[in-house]
């Protein structure tokens, strides 16, 4: 009358085994992702379904002992959803951070992911999610570069050397098979040199590591933006060729020139929307601006110098056909990624369901009856 309920577990090693490093194919999952998104099959966060997450943001001070303070790049995110499609799953990611991890030789983030069942909340999977939530990030500007970038781009630009834009590159590169050379730019150049000797021994094409940014903006077609958080990026219009295709994923801001000059391709416009509607209810509009990828497009939005954000275009609209994407040669384009729990659900239910198949990972029991039922 009550069945058990079994869930999986899969640690960093199964997810590898499990397939969650194929670029390729997370690829494909996060279009498909996009296509449901335009289509409205998926609900997020919030009253408006479209919430990035839930976080909590430590005080600057404390009068209790244990309570965390603040800090670089120190939160906690909830990133729940709900993906319909073939997915038809609910899910969460759960998202600790901090910049101090790296003393204790940890990454900055370490992540978690649960797939549920949509219908009675069980547990089907729990995961390690570093490497799903890298897989994922990368994958979304892979599917801007089929849609927005030329597809002879000869020149590909790493603007931020982290672990993050190494996902989006590899990602990148399973759209791009004319590339022939790439720049590695980071404010330490011993962390672009590194990446520089990596891409040159992966790809055999011509690399240079670099710590000028503008180096790392002239004459490249696709340049992936992930820099740190700590050091916003600031670009300007002279160094963008025509062409030139953009794919943000970490802040960045450049001249209004080029703001307002270029075609602007958001990942989602609903998740923009509910970025603006948290900034007016936080009461501090222009410091919440500062904090987000979007920040520099809302401004210009609000000062009426940008389309709405609802007459706009969101890359699902752009692989289901119902805007367009890259309509010249010559255009400059820049798309602006913010992240959504929907992807991780998306490539979390397909390793899921890739460990099903191939009998990796280990099952755990929640209980075999129910004590409360």
């Known amino acids: 009358m009550y069945p ?10 199964d ?12 690829v494909e999952v996060c279009e498909e992702t996009f296509s449901l998104l335009s289509q409205g099959d998926y609900l997020m966060g919030g009253a408006n379904h479209n919430n990035h997450g839930m ?34 799953v609910c899910g969460n990611k759960w998202y600790g951070s901090n910049h101090a991890n790296a003393q204790k030789e ?17 547990p089907l999977a729990l995961m390690s999610a570093n490497l799903l939530s890298a897989a994922r990030t990368g994958a979304v500007p892979g599917v801007a570069a089929k849609h927005l970038a030329k597809k002879d781009s000869k020149v590909v630009s790493i603007v931020g050397c982290g672990p993050i834009n190494k996902s989006c590159f590899i990602a990148i590169m399973t759209q791009l098979p004319s590339v022939e ?53 600031f670009f300007k219009d002279e160094w963008i060729k025509n062409g030139a295709t953009i794919l943000v994923s970490g802040p960045v801001n450049a001249d209004e020139s080029f ?17 603006v509607e948290d900034a007016i209810a936080s009461g501090n509009k222009d410091a919440y601006y500062s904090g987000v990828i979007g920040g520099p497009f809302y401004r210009l939005i609000d000062d009426g110098k940008l389309p709405a954000l609802r007459d706009s275009t969101g890359l699902g609209d752009v692989v289901n056909g119902k805007k367009p994407g890259r309509e010249t040669e010559k255009e400059r384009i820049i798309f602006i990624a913010c992240g959504m729990a929907v992807f991780d659900i998306s490539w979390g239910y397909e390793i899921y369901r890739s460990a099903q198949t191939k009998a990796i990972g280990k099952s ?7 004590a409360q039922a």
């Open 4 to 13: 058990k309920i079994d869930f999986l577990y899969l640690s960093e090693p």
């Open 15 to 26: 997810m590898i085994a499990a397939g969650v490093l194929d670029a390729a194919r997370c």
């Open 55 to 88: 976080n909590i943001v430590f005080p600057k001070e404390t009068k209790f002992p244990n309570m965390p303070v603040a800090g670089p790049d120190r939160r906690f995110a909830a990133m729940p959803g709900y993906l319909g499609g073939r997915f038809d």
């Open 106 to 122: 940890l990454p900055r983030s370490i992540l978690t992911m649960m797939i549920n069942d949509k219908d009675t909340g069980a």
């Open 181 to 233: 050379k790439v720049v590695c730019f980071d404010v330490f150049l011993d962390k672009a040199e590194e990446l520089a000797r990596w891409v040159a021994e992966t790809y055999k094409v011509t690399t240079i590591g670099v710590e000028e940014a503008e180096t790392a903006f002239r004459d490249v077609d696709v340049i992936t933006v992930a820099a740190s958080r700590l050091k916003p990026l």
């Open 259 to 275: 703001l307002t000059g270029c075609k602007i391709v958001y990942d989602h416009t609903p998740l923009q929307e509910s970025y």
């Open 364 to 370: 755990l029991n929640l209980w075999d009856r129910p």
